[in-house]
């Protein structure tokens, strides 16, 4: 069987790995970062029971990738799906407008009936219609504002997306990603008993016990050819020295895969560093009282607050897991250069914490036990018009070498779900090579 490096011990990394272990392949996985999950990693205060998510996490009912894994891993029964509910801040006040009937109480009493009609008659195509591929050849903008009429547009659907690629990329993003969006989410999210980490852990455990060799605090600085040109082998480089490998899979970032892999022609690493992303700002802060009754809060920009969402974690997943601290994200998608991805903490702090006192009158500053603040510059790819043009291939044009990452799940979102199609995809084709027959 071959030896086989993984980069990343993302949900990706971690799929493939699996598939491959399963398949009596040698596996090395190499983890820039103290533990496994990647963007979905968690984090634990000493008197907590449950781990939580760096980045805001939760699945869906639908995310059947992520469901049949947990089924074949004979863990079902440790998945939860509660109800959270969802508002957003309209006219001044929150909203709920996560369900059907919330969405039309809400359009009747705001709108003429021919725009509520226009905007259910294009909430069930969306819903329903299957080809996503002649919608990315126009702008969810253009598209939204066409169909729904101006007046629901921007009351609805322009705040969401300016708040998610900001003024700048509205006239890029396509309609196929908020199609993806709008088809595969449901009302009802899930979490893994213990938080998310509690699952990379125990799934990192399996791999470990096939002979999946994950190696954390480990960077990769190098994936370059050897001289052993007949088997086509690989060398990965890192401070600990060099190793070779007879193929080499990466779950990085196309930047960092482009900088780190000098032997791929240039064809190829213009498409990784043409894809572009936005990165994001993520402020958790534990509280002693709670502050709303709602999980997830839609902030416009244009209402002034500091951030794009808030979200009570603790309205999700109760409290008594977290020792009855309440729990707060406050969060945002950003601009490569924003100044918020190089500030201090406490400068964010002195800009994020004063705004929770719109959320409910009655907090203070001393409600806040302990704040955490979690950056990064690939947190959300952004899909241009025809951007399935720009997809490069999980085949890299190099034998044995290749690329899976969240800007290749197109036109799906990225998220965990979608991590563990792409990964077990990219595994898939790797036995093919190897093994023809």
Do not use: C
């Amino acid at each position: 069987m071959s030896r086989i490096a993984i980069i990343g011990a993302g949900m990706a990394g971690l799929s493939a790995a699996y598939d491959l272990t399963r398949a009596g392949h040698q596996v090395v996985i190499y983890e820039a970062l103290p533990q496994t999950g990647g963007i979905a990693s968690g984090f634990k205060a000493p008197h907590w029971d449950w781990s939580l998510e760096k980045f805001y996490h939760h699945w869906f009912q639908s995310d059947r990738h992520m469901m049949g894994l947990i089924e074949e891993l004979g863990w079902r029964g440790d998945v939860l799906f509660p109800r959270p509910y969802t508002v957003v801040y309209i006219d001044g006040r929150f909203q709920p407008l996560d369900s059907i009937p919330e969405a039309a109480k809400f359009t009747l009493k705001h709108f003429p009936i021919w725009d509520v009609a226009r905007f259910s008659l294009v909430g069930l195509y969306l819903r329903l219609t299957p080809w996503w591929q002649p919608l990315e050849r126009t702008t969810a903008d253009a598209w939204m504002r066409k169909w729904v009429g101006a007046r629901v547009y921007n009351a609805l659907w322009r705040p969401l997306l300016v708040g998610k690629f900001g003024e700048e990329n509205l006239n890029v993003v396509n309609m196929a990603w908020l199609w993806a969006r709008l088809k595969t989410r449901t009302t009802r999210l899930g979490t893994f008993v213990g938080g998310f980490q509690a699952f990379f852990d125990r799934f990192a455990a399996v791999i470990e016990e096939r002979g999946g060799d994950i190696r954390l605090n480990t960077r990769v600085q190098q994936i370059r050819r050897t001289q052993e040109e007949t088997r086509g082998r690989w060398a990965v480089v890192t401070e600990a020295g060099t190793e070779t490998f007879d193929a080499v899979i990466s779950t990085s970032s196309p930047h960092a895969m482009a900088e780190m892999t000098p032997d791929l022609p240039e064809s190829y690493t213009a498409k990784l560093r043409a894809l572009k992303s936005m990165g994001a700002v993520v402020m958790i802060a534990s509280l002693k009282h709670k502050l709303t009754d709602y999980y997830w809060h839609n902030l416009p920009k244009e209402a002034g607050f500091p951030y794009l969402a808030m979200v009570e974690h603790t309205n999700f997943i109760p409290p008594e897991h977290y020792g009855g601290d309440h729990i707060i994200y406050m969060g945002d998608y950003l601009p490569q250069d924003h100044p918020y991805l190089d500030m201090r903490q406490e400068e964010l702090e002195a800009i994020f914490i004063p705004a929770l006192a719109r959320f409910n009158p009655d907090f203070r500053p001393d409600w806040v036990k302990a704040v955490w603040l979690f950056r990064t510059r690939y947190a959300q790819p952004i899909p241009p018009v025809n951007h399935s043009q720009n997809i490069p291939p999980l085949r890299t044009p190099l034998p044995g070498l290749y690329f899976a990452s969240m800007s290749q799940v197109y036109p799906w979102d990225r998220g965990t779900n979608f991590a563990v199609e792409i990964g077990r995809r990219v595994a898939r084709e790797l036995m093919e090579d190897l093994h023809p027959s």
